[in-house]
Structures are given as C-alpha cells and as structure tokens.
C-alpha cells in the first residue's frame, strides 16, 4: 500500500474522538487572544480550520461509504457540536459575524440531531465522555452569547440563556452516571468533569457580557443569580481541576491516547474561564491565575500533539506494510 493511501485510511479510521483536537485547539486560539498573543491565536485558529475542515471530510466520507464506524449514541459523537461551536466563538471574536452565524446554525442541527440518541445510551459506571452533553449544551450557549453581544440581538441571548441552564441539568444527570474510578484510572477524557463545568462558566461569562452589551435581557434579581452561579460554577470547576491533577501526578498515564486531547480542552478552557469571569465581573486579580493556567494548557497541548504525531507515524508505517 502507498504512504498516500495509508495516510487516507489512517485519517478515515479516526474516532469521532478527534474531535476534542479541534475543541482544544480552538479553545486555545480563544484563550491566547483573551490575553493579548493575537498572531498565536491567529496561527491556533488556521489549525483549528484545517483539523475542523479534516474532521468534516472524515465523517463525510464515511457517510458517503455507507456507515459512520462508530455508533451515533456514543458521547464521544456530540465532540462535533463544541469543535463547531469553539470555531465559530474565535470567528465572532475576529469579527466575521455572518460565518459564525452559519456555524452556530450548524452546531444546533448537530446537536438536535445527536443529543436525543446520546441521552438514550446515559447509564452508570461511564467515562468522562459522559460529560459531553453538558459541553455541547453550554457550547451553543457560548457561542449564542457572543453572537448575541456583537449582533445585540435579544433572541439570542435569551435562547443561549435556556441552553445555559439545561447543560447544568446535563451535568448533574452526566455526574450520576460518571464512575468515580475513572478519576484514578481514566486514559484522558475524566478531565470532562472539569470541563464541562468550565465552559458552563464561560457561557456565564459571557451572558453577563450579553446584558452589558446595552440591550435589556434581564432584570438585576436575575442578573445577580447569573453572576452567582456563574462564580460558584468557576469554584467548582477548578476544584475539579485540583483532583484531576493530584490524581494525574499520585497516577501518572504516559503514553499517547487520542483521549488526551479531551484533557487538553478542559485545561484550555479552564484558563479561559478565569479570563472570562475577570472581565465579566471585573476581578481583575483572576487574570494572573487564567494566565497561568492558559500556558500549562498550551504545554500540555505541546506534548499532546507530539505524541499524536508519533502514533500517526507509526500507524502509517504499520498500514503501508500490509
């Protein structure tokens, strides 16, 4: 077999896993513009697209084949909701407001579409996969805040308001079902638990940023619950972040896993998340600690994409060979 044709098999084989490459990448590019390093976010963004646009072409070709390859129940399936969403948060960012509009368009299909048959597969003693219907809930959510603040469009703001909410119900159904072994002995995607609690915060964040942005959305009582969930969610989720990373350390998982790449997005997004709530709520002192957090997000990030490169090489070879 040809080194071109075992790449093209190599690439149709990966999971929908691979979509947390996108979310992580993605996620940083928001990141490293929330603190200044805008030609690095620019160059996260370009690989975003292209990891995006690699993720599209794969589940488009298995389509075309006839088959997915993988089950649509599985949570790992809803990763293409946040991948899309995370593109489209960096695309409003920039100012293309009119192509972030067609990707939250595409991220509510994709969810609607997989959400229910993901919900149906929920039972206990999960991985932290689980905790991917609160992330693509409160991944539209994000995404809608921002549209809504730079459009100042009040629907938006409401709907990502209602999305906001029922990914914290996903949370707590997701948290049920975890099991608590996989904090010891999880291969990656346990960090979820964190994750999914981060970009709850973020898509908080963001809604404070919605009702500053001069539309009336909401009366002060509510704004205040907001703002209030929105800081007991950032408390939680870095406490998660506390456990996952002692138990890393006390247990350390060497060795690539597409699966670290689901610890790479909640490590990015807990940066962001303290980013966010700093200038949401003007804590200007949670700045250093999100700075911090953001570049041990971009070394594991490193690291990760190091071995992911490793394992393809080798994948090849072994393909090529046959």
């Not at 991948?83 to 960012?93: K, P």
């Amino acid at each position: 077999m040809s080194g071109s044709s075992a790449l093209r098999t190599w690439w149709a084989q990966r999971p929908p896993a691979t979509g947390a490459a996108v979310m992580a990448t993605g996620i940083l590019s928001v990141g490293l513009h929330q603190d200044g390093y805008e030609l690095l976010s620019r160059i996260a963004l370009a690989l975003t697209w292209a990891a995006w646009l690699g993720l599209a072409a794969a589940i488009a070709l298995r389509l075309l084949w006839g088959h997915l390859g993988w089950p649509v129940g599985s949570p790992a399936a809803l990763a293409v909701v946040p991948a899309t969403t995370v593109l489209g948060t960096r695309i409003s960012l920039l100012g293309r407001q009119q192509l972030a509009e067609a990707l939250f368009a595409l991220a509510l299909v994709l969810w609607a579409t997989l959400v229910l048959p993901v919900v149906r597969e929920w039972e206990r003693g999960m991985s932290g996969a689980v905790f991917l219907g609160c992330v693509a809930t409160e991944a539209i959510a994000v995404l809608g805040a921002v549209l809504a603040a730079a459009l100042r469009v009040a629907w938006l703001a409401h709907l990502a308001l209602v999305f906001f909410w029922f990914g914290l119900v996903f949370y707590l159904i997701g948290l049920r079902c975890f099991d608590r072994r996989q904090v010891s002995v999880g291969a990656g995607d346990q960090w979820m638990a964190s994750g999914a609690l981060a970009i709850s915060t973020v898509a908080g964040s963001w809604l404070i940023n919605a009702a500053h942005s001069g539309l009336y959305l909401w009366n002060v009582d509510d704004t205040d619950v907001l703002r209030s969930v929105t800081i007991a969610l950032l408390a939680v989720a870095f406490g998660w972040y506390c456990v996952l990373a002692a138990a890393e350390l006390r247990r350390p998982r060497t060795g690539y896993d597409v699966r670290r790449w689901s610890t790479v997005f909640p490590m990015g997004m807990m940066a962001v998340a303290a980013l966010s709530v700093a200038g949401a709520l003007k804590a200007s002192w949670l700045r250093g600690p999100g700075q911090v957090l953001l570049w041990m997000a971009v070394a594991v990030w490193c690291a990760v994409l190091v071995g992911a490169v490793g394992s393809m090489a080798g994948s090849v070879r072994s393909t090529a060979r046959r």
